[in-house]
């Protein structure tokens, strides 16, 4: 099983970023997949999530700003990343679960995570 996150980088504020999560080994398709992140000093916090029917469920912090959809054909989930603040900055990281969204980090399988910087 793997998970390759791609797409972070430097980004000044109110820029846009979109990661993608690349996934191998498992049945994508069902499977709901999961964007979480993980600033220094702090907790891996929930940002969003997308079930294998397609549905979405969001953080509050990035409600409005951020989108995530998934393409199946390509085993592969994205996150649309808008308005973006500083405090935004961290390592995100996609995860795969069988049993549906969940915004605790118990996902069956995660990626090695990509950063994301928001400063000017």
């Known amino acids: 099983v793997q998970l390759v996150e791609s797409g972070g980088g430097l980004v000044q504020p109110g820029g846009s970023l979109r990661l993608s999560c690349a996934a191998s080994?498992?049945?994508?398709?069902?499977?709901?997949m999961g964007w979480f992140r993980q600033a220094p000093g702090k907790e891996r916090e929930f940002v969003a999530g997308?079930?294998?029917?397609?549905?979405?469920l969001y953080a509050d912090s990035v409600k409005g700003r951020c989108t995530i959809s998934r393409d199946n054909a390509k085993n592969t989930v994205y996150l649309q990343m808008n308005i973006l603040k500083p405090e935004d900055t961290a390592v995100y990281y996609c995860?795969?679960?069988?049993?549906?969204?969940?915004?605790?980090?118990?996902?069956?399988?995660w990626g090695q995570g990509t950063q994301v910087t928001v400063s000017s």
């Open positions: 080994g498992f049945t994508f398709s069902g499977y709901a």
């Open positions: 997308i079930s294998w029917r397609g549905s979405t």
């Open positions: 995860a795969a679960r069988a049993d549906g969204i969940t915004v605790y980090s118990h996902y069956d399988y």
